[in-house]
């Protein structure tokens, strides 16, 4: 290679980019690139830009002239699709490198071609200007989604093919399975460990070790689009609902834990749950409050145990319910090595998870049972538990601490669905 060819390579992305960060060919209007967390949309992002604005030599004309950069916020478009490690400015050779002009927030190359920056907080700021392209970064986290991309398309009317380049962690709203529909949108798709050379190993080992599995892993870590579940028992929308304000005081609280089979990071997780009951009135008038989720990963049995009397201790509860089809006895020996004085109840799995969740899940739906906030992982496991099953890999650990705790305060305390557990203790 010449001296030349050796200073351009590093910037031949066509050379360096994975499948899923090159444009599809075809007559398309939108390109989403659907991908976990690093691997590698902004960087697509930047270099699609790049692809349009840019002639054979530095002040050649590309095939846009104005552009659109749009990211949540201006701040964001700003940090991460320009200045970031993978933005427009660390992707553009010196040659061709544009210019920040700070006061009409705007990236000009020496060809003269534009790129002007907007915040999904200000959809009104779209309406007027004109583009002939446009890179929108997180179409799923605007605040102001629907309303930001109309605008958007309205103003995409110069050029002969003005088009979009959508890069995106996909959640499940509205404006991005309505744009995933149409028939000029062209998708490629990616996980995270797509990009794995450019990532540090603890980070992927974590992650995966953390989140395989769950709902909140097939979004962030597999880039999968996580609609509800055929046969979930339980959606996001009524989740959503179910969202508590103020406590009131509880009648009886309990934590109930699932132990886990074995221990160490590739050891399923220890489901904790602490729920409430507020026992006002009949039994058709209880109401159930979800307050935390303890749940630990990889711990001891000691560990475990600590946690789980840790939480009995931090919210003053009744009892724990403990399931003891992992280790019979050894669960409440355990647990009394940390307190000897600690109430047990241990209870049997006598039926299938799906069964045991059913009446738990028939509670939610006649808005018996109320959330608090920061239970995000519990409740992605929830939404993929289904009539025949758990629809993702794992164990929904979480899940089942919070069947067992419900069950005890709802279900149990009224005389319903003995037959569903044995009791050990």
């Known amino acids: 290679m010449t001296p030349g060819e050796r200073l351009a390579l590093p910037f031949l992305f066509e050379f360096w980019a994975h499948e899923h960060q090159l444009p599809p060919d075809g007559d398309w209007r939108s390109w989403v690139i659907l991908g976990g967390r690093g691997a590698g949309k902004t960087r697509a992002g930047a270099e699609w830009v790049r692809a349009q604005v840019e002639g054979a030599r530095p002040m050649d004309p590309g095939r846009c002239k104005r552009l659109a950069l749009i990211g949540e916020t201006f701040d964001q478009v700003r940090e991460v699709m320009i200045f970031g490690d993978s933005g427009i400015m660390a992707c553009s050779p010196p040659d061709r490198k544009p210019r920040w002009n700070a006061t009409r927030r705007c990236l000009i190359w020496p060809n003269g071609a534009e790129a002007f920056a907007y ?73 995270t460990e797509a990009n794995r050379a450019y990532l540090a190993a603890s980070f992927l080992e974590e992650v995966r070790a953390r989140y395989e599995g769950t709902r909140l892993g097939l979004q962030e870590l597999d880039g999968t689009l996580v609609e509800d579940v055929d046969g979930a028992l339980w959606t996001m929308a009524g989740i959503e609902q179910a969202k508590a304000g103020r406590l009131p005081d509880m009648s009886r609280i309990v934590v109930a834990v699932d132990p886990p089979a074995g221990t160490g990071r590739g050891a399923d997780e220890c489901g904790i749950i602490v729920a409430g009951v507020v026992q006002d009135g009949p039994p058709r008038d209880w109401r159930a409050f979800v307050l935390e989720d303890a749940t630990v990963q990889g711990a001891s049995p000691k560990g475990w145990a600590e946690a789980t009397v840790q939480a009995a201790k931090r919210w003053k509860a009744d009892r724990v319910v403990a399931e003891v089809n992992q280790g019979g006895a050894m669960v409440e020996e355990v647990l009394r090595q940390v307190d000897p004085m600690l109430a047990v109840r241990k209870v049997h799995a006598t039926r299938g998870k799906a069964v045991r969740a059913e009446p738990v899940s028939a509670l939610y739906e006649q808005g018996r049972v109320l959330h608090c906030a920061g239970l995000k992982e519990l409740e992605a496991q929830m939404c993929l538990m289904t009539t025949g099953g758990y629809a993702a890999s794992g164990s929904p650990d979480r899940v089942d601490a919070l069947v067992w705790a419900l069950t005890d305060l709802m279900i149990d305390a009224q005389g319903w669905g003995q037959p569903k557990l044995r009791l050990l203790g």
């Open 119 to 191: 915040s999904a907080y200000d959809p009104e700021s779209l309406r007027g200007p004109q583009f002939d392209g446009a890179w929108t970064d997180e179409l799923a986290k605007w605040p102001k989604g629907q309303d930001t991309w109309d605008m958007l398309q309205f103003g995409l009317r110069l050029g002969d093919q003005p088009r979009v380049c959508v890069t995106t962690t996909p959640r499940n709203v509205d404006v991005l399975k309505d744009l995933l529909k149409l028939p000029s949108t062209v998708v490629t798709r990616a996980p």
